[in-house]
């Protein structure tokens, strides 16, 4: 969404973004965009008293305001604020409607429903338009529960056009990673997450790895839920710990130097509303 603001500056709107982030958190460093960092709310599940006195103050200095994301606080502090009023607000769910969820974790998905009739059904009801970043996502949005309503728009999205290259960022990747070298690396670019399928591009490569001693298999991303370990428990069980190689997130000109040098993208997702990653790689030339 950070690319999408940027988009709508140049064109010449005012955009401002409120989070729930200490104000000294590191990603904000290089933010050009203002950025309203409020600290964190309580728990998962973000509830912020801060949130709603910087709604009180400065909620009628907006024309549009737009949420990304659902089940948590700032949702429902929007739609508390601004539903029946003039200034309309706009809900991105970012695939977190998809019925995948459903059927994988059932008993998180009956948690919801506790919460769904008094919240979320309501914020996506009363919002001025629930935008979908594809035709499938919207489609399939309407699957997870029964109780639905929503003014449904699809707005796909788009990547920034990738930087010039130098023979300098060219080598990185290679220079941080040196035993790829005489390899033909695979890359994969995301979260170490079930729902990206990691697993399977692992046994998918090891099912070609002997008849293709040169490729090698790379994992790039952050290990949010501790994953790693399995898998690379299982790269191991398969003895190919040479050849997958777990760099961690990458960013920055040595995630633009990967994409270089990559050979191939893969995305084995069970769900993806809009793959950002597919775009970036394209845009850069990599077959996917």
């Known amino acids: ?27 904000l460093r ?35 305001v737009i949420v990304n994301g659902l089940w948590q606080y700032p949702g429902l502090a929007v ?20 019925p995948w969820f459903k059927r994988t974790y059932p ?4 948690k919801k429903w506790f919460y769904w009739p008094w919240a979320e059904y309501r914020i996506l009801r009363d919002a001025a338009a629930v935008i979908y970043t594809s035709e499938q996502e919207r489609l399939e949005a309407r699957q997870s529960f029964w109780l639905y309503r ?27 990673f040196p035993q790829l070298r005489q390899t033909h690396p695979v ?6 997450h079930p729902k990206k399928g990691c697993d399977l591009a692992i046994e998918a490569f090891a099912a070609v790895a002997r008849e293709n001693p040169t490729i090698s298999l790379v994992l790039a991303g952050p290990d949010q839920i501790g994953w790693q370990r399995e898998l690379s428990g299982r790269v191991r069980q398969l003895g190919l710990d040479s050849r997958v190689i777990f760099t961690g ?13 990559a050979d191939a ?6 769900q993806e509303n809009f793959g950002m990653a597919v775009v970036e790689a394209l845009a850069i030339g990599v077959p996917v």
């Open 1 to 27: 969404m950070l690319t999408l603001s940027r988009a709508l500056v140049r064109r010449g709107h005012d955009v401002e973004i409120v989070v729930l982030d200490p104000p000294d958190a590191k990603w």
């Open 107 to 110: 008993l998180k998905h009956i």
């Open 249 to 261: 997130m990458l960013e920055g000109e040595l995630k633009q130097s990967a994409l270089m040098r």
């Open 265 to 270: 993208f893969i995305l084995p997702s069970h």
């Open 30 to 64: 290089a933010i050009e965009l203002r950025v309203h960092a409020l600290g964190r709310g309580t728990g998962f599940y973000g509830y912020s008293r801060g949130l709603d006195r910087w709604l009180r103050v400065h909620c009628d200095t907006y024309n549009r």
């Open 187 to 192: 890359l994969f670019l995301g979260r170490l």
């Open 150 to 176: 929503a003014n449904e728009k699809v707005s796909p999205l788009g990547v920034e056009p990738p930087l010039p290259t130098s023979a300098a960022v060219n080598a990185l990747f290679f220079n941080k």
């Open 79 to 98: 739609w508390r604020r601004f539903a029946g009023t003039r200034t309309p607000y706009f809900v991105f769910p970012h695939g977190m409607l998809d």
